[in-house]
């Protein structure tokens, strides 16, 4: 089975920092990107960032020059380094693993962590 399991969410006051990671468990499953996504109460979920097997990376313009996403391929984990919080990054954070699966693509996702930025 695959399993991602997400660490390091918390609450921090506005200007502070959170890194989170994921770890994935993986069998049968080859992994071509994996990423970060959030969702907010009310709002829907959206991309945070992402990074390819090769060190490729997308940022939410939201989040470009403050969040940092890395990758470690040999440990299947992917980490999210959060500098300068705003109350706005409010949210539940999901880890995501995308890839192929005996030879369809699949994706799996964490259970998901709360971020909470106060002002």
């Known amino acids: 089975q695959v399993q991602l399991v997400e660490s390091g969410g918390g609450l921090v006051q506005a200007g502070g920092s959170l890194s989170l990671s994921c770890a994935a468990s993986?069998?049968?499953?080859?992994?071509?990107?994996m990423g970060w996504y959030r969702q907010a109460p009310g709002k829907q979920r959206e991309l945070v960032a992402t990074i390819t097997s090769g060190g490729s990376t997308n940022y939410a313009d939201s989040v470009l020059g403050r969040f940092t996403i890395s990758r470690d391929n040999a440990k299947n984990t992917v980490y999210l380094q959060m500098n300068s919080l705003k109350p706005e990054d409010t949210a539940v954070y999901y880890c995501?693993?995308?890839?192929?699966?005996?030879?369809?693509?699949?994706?799996?996702w964490g259970q998901g962590t709360q971020v909470t930025v106060s002002s």
């Open positions: 993986v069998r049968s499953f080859s992994i071509n990107a």
């Open positions: 995501n693993a995308d890839g192929t699966r005996w030879g369809l693509r699949r994706d799996y």
